[in-house]
């Protein structure tokens, strides 16, 4: 299989995974009869049984993107061919990450709020790619959440993360999800631990 | 409409969405060819439309469970009738609460591990379900999580939380996330605040 056959199957599945997503939404939010729910959930197991008939054990591996960069597309907060990812897009700057964000509405906590859990999922991610950004590596350790705001779904935001410290084999990143106009609705610090085999 | 009936549409909606959890769980291993990506995708537009004919703005609203308590169905975390949910199940003990948790390959973020924002998005739903199961309400404003282990998906695994102590509109809880012989994977802290206009 060449290079670019191996591409255009992992576009076709990071195109399933959007579909998937918009399958998603509409069931979160569908307000149709009860035949036609008993009808479509019948026709998704004939889809899901047909995408078994092959399957992997783990989800996708690590791929090269085209820019270089390593990326997972099976991660469940990043990847492309994960349909419970957003998926969240990172960009990496000079001094930190961002990544713009529309949550949805099946992201509900509180009422037309988003929760809480999926804002404290998001930061874990970012604050953990900030460290790696600086060209440092650790998993976390403890990662601290201050609730602001509430978290509208359907709106822009921005999530941004920066390291902030190292000292030996800890490493702090800050980082928080706010409106367009910089008010601030969630914090995040976070304490990254090398491990010593890689020390 | 009678109560039996909506019922029975409830669980029509619970069912379509626990078949779309099984489709997430099958595009995120699936190993088939490209043809059957793109043909099943088409078919999952098709469904996706069909579902659209008639949609909420928000998702499924509180409703009161056959045992008196209330649900929220569209939950990120808990709903039944939102595919993005595990579903949790919490389970409300005098001293505190606890979920049976199995989470799954799509909740990767390391390597065969879960993505540690997840765990921090159960533990975060079970603090605040913990302050409640104490008679107290409150807005999570803190929560600190301490990674401990990496934790697992595909096995059986046991969430638990307790409210602590509380001071004036302040209260703090504790919960884990830990094998089922007790070894403690994640930790979490958090700190709720009543809001003033509740006091």
Same mark, same amino acid.
């Given at each position: 299989? @060449?290079?670019?056959v191996?591409?255009?199957?992992?576009?076709? =599945?990071c195109?399933?995974?959007?579909? $998937?997503?918009?399958l998603?939404?509409?069931?979160?939010? $569908?307000?149709?009869?009860e035949d036609e729910?008993?009808?479509?959930?019948?026709?998704?197991?004939?889809?899901?049984?047909? =995408? #078994?008939a092959?399957?992997?054990?783990?989800? #996708?591996? *690590?791929e090269?993107?085209?820019?270089g960069?390593?990326?997972h597309?099976?991660?469940?907060? $990043?990847?492309?061919?994960n349909?419970?990812?957003?998926?969240?897009?990172?960009?990496?700057h000079d001094?930190g990450?961002?990544?713009?964000?529309? *949550?949805?509405p =099946?992201?509900?906590?509180p009422?037309?709020?988003?929760?809480?859990?999926?804002?404290?999922?998001?930061?874990?991610?970012?604050?953990? #790619?900030?460290?790696?950004?600086?060209g440092?590596?650790?998993?976390t350790? @403890?990662l @601290?959440?201050?609730?602001?705001?509430?978290?509208?779904?359907?709106?822009? =935001?921005?999530?941004?993360?920066?390291h902030?410290?190292?000292?030996?084999?800890?490493?702090?990143?800050?980082?928080?999800?706010?409106?367009?106009?910089?008010t601030?609705?969630?914090e995040?610090?976070g304490? *990254?631990?090398?491990? @010593?085999?890689?020390?």
């Amino acid at each position: 299989m @060449t290079l670019e056959v191996a591409d255009s199957r992992l576009a076709a =599945l990071c195109g399933l995974s959007q579909q $998937t997503r918009d399958l998603m939404d509409a069931v979160a939010l $569908t307000d149709v009869g009860e035949d036609e729910l008993l009808d479509i959930t019948t026709r998704l197991a004939d889809l899901t049984t047909r =995408l #078994q008939a092959k399957s992997r054990t783990s989800p #996708q591996p *690590f791929e090269i993107a085209p820019d270089g960069t390593l990326r997972h597309l099976g991660n469940a907060v $990043t990847g492309g061919a994960n349909p419970y990812a957003l998926p969240l897009v990172v960009d990496r700057h000079d001094n930190g990450v961002s990544a713009d964000v529309v *949550f949805r509405p =099946l992201h509900e906590g509180p009422p037309a709020g988003v929760h809480g859990g999926i804002s404290a999922m998001i930061l874990d991610h970012l604050l953990g #790619q900030a460290v790696a950004n600086a060209g440092l590596a650790g998993m976390t350790g @403890t990662l @601290t959440l201050r609730y602001r705001r509430p978290v509208p779904y359907g709106r822009p =935001l921005v999530a941004t993360a920066e390291h902030t410290t190292s000292e030996g084999r800890k490493t702090w990143a800050e980082g928080r999800i706010a409106l367009p106009d910089g008010t601030v609705l969630v914090e995040a610090t976070g304490l *990254f631990i090398t491990p @010593t085999h890689w020390a």
